[in-house]
């Protein structure tokens, strides 16, 4: 807020003041994509309270304010898209959608060893990381074949080298989306959550393209019926 020409007021209430000028962020979505994401939620027999822009309900479950203040970027990876905030400041004022996500490391792992896509999230789960130098070249493990039942062995190390190909062309269309709206203003780095942040090495392969502190976080100090939910 700005009040009275001074500006950097995080909280004006109860101040005097003749002019308040605000600077706000706004995040617009597809009216159609809200009305049947709501119907689906009520269906589901869950009350909506407010609508919340995905990308600031994960800042909020993972940034301490320290963070906020700095300067930094939370970006989540969910199965079809990854969502990028920035804040700075302690506000946000950069967020958007890249169309990438887990589920597209599943389906270059289903192409890539001709197998199923439940095949390949189970192997992406137990043997994938992005941190392809500490794979053994010599680890084999088994993997179903479409059409052999019998199924055949593949080193592990072609499994890794495919993750981290998808991982490394998300991380640079995260660079190239940071860069582009104001770069040098992220001294608490990146924050990295969702599921295909809990990928063994994101951090690691992340630190080194985007040449910033990466962290993985998971949300903290959630209450109320959680198990009701999930």
Known sequence: ???????????????SAVRLEVETHIVTASATAVQNLTKCVIAAGVKIDELVAG???????????????????????????????????????????????????????AIGLKTSLKVAESLKIDHGTCDVAGVDPDEVISVTVLGDEAGRTVERMEV????EARMRETYEMLRTEILSAAP???????????????????????????????????????????DGIL
């Open 1 to 15: 807020y700005t009040v009275d020409g001074q500006e950097g007021v995080m909280n004006p209430l109860g101040m």
């Open 55 to 109: 990308g600031l309900a994960s800042a909020e479950a993972v940034l301490s304010p320290t963070e906020r203040d700095l300067g930094v970027a939370v970006a989540d990876i969910g199965a079809g898209t990854t969502e990028l905030t920035r804040f700075t400041d302690g506000s946000p004022f950069h967020t958007t959608v890249l169309p990438v996500g887990g589920a597209n490391v599943t389906n270059d792992i």
């Open 160 to 163: 890794c080298r495919i993750i």
């Open 184 to 226: 040098g203003m992220l001294p608490a780095g990146l924050v990295l959550t969702g599921g295909g942040a809990q990928l063994g090495g994101a951090a690691v392969l992340g630190r080194e393209i985007l040449e910033m502190p990466v962290r993985v976080a998971a949300a903290t100090e959630v209450g109320g019926l959680v």
